[in-house]
């Protein structure tokens, strides 16, 4: 479902509202509520705040062709006690040197220990395709994502949120 987010770098209000309204579109076709989406994610104990952040940009090809400012969910959780909890990073759909990883994934900082690297990699492997985004703090864990898909779709976002808390 690449339509999801992936709007182009010279996209204007007007794009992304336009966007807004096919997103709105197939979610009411494919039956992915976003009234019963964020409900299960509360349900869950998911923290859950609209934002407004940088997003990736990709072009016609799916090639990235920046970051254009633009809304997004966020969807946050307690991050557990473990040997990576101090640590700050960050999972981002871009395209740089530093950091890069396969299917356009960048990780920050360009240090990430073993078993987290082995979490990463799970993570661009089952979010190849719509608009995901994962950082973490000393506190919490975030996913940055248009809110489709219903209770299934947040159950598969709440286990990437759990596995990388840990």
Not at 47 to 58: C, M
Not at 70 to 89: E, F, P, Q, T
Request: with cysteine; charged share 25%; net charge neutral.
């Amino acid at each position: 479902m690449v339509w999801c987010q992936r709007l182009p770098a010279n996209a204007t209000e007007q794009g992304v509202r336009q966007q807004k309204i096919i997103m709105g579109f197939f979610s009411r076709i494919f039956g992915t509520d976003k009234q019963a989406t964020r409900g299960k994610a509360l349900e869950l104990g998911i923290v859950v705040e609209d934002v407004n952040r940088k997003l990736p940009s990709f072009g016609r090809y799916g090639s990235y062709k920046g970051t254009i400012n633009g809304s997004c969910v966020r969807y946050s959780i307690a991050r557990r006690n473990s040997a990576n909890s101090l640590l700050k990073w960050a999972l981002l759909q871009r395209t740089e040197d530093e950091g890069q990883l396969r299917n356009g994934w960048l990780h920050k900082p360009s240090e990430i220990p073993g078993d987290l690297m082995i979490k990463f990699e799970e993570i661009i492997t089952e979010f190849d395709e719509e608009y995901f985004e994962f950082e973490a703090t000393e506190t919490e864990v975030s996913v940055f994502w248009e809110e489709w898909g219903g209770p299934k779709q947040v159950q598969r976002v709440f286990s990437a949120l759990e596995k990388l808390a840990n």
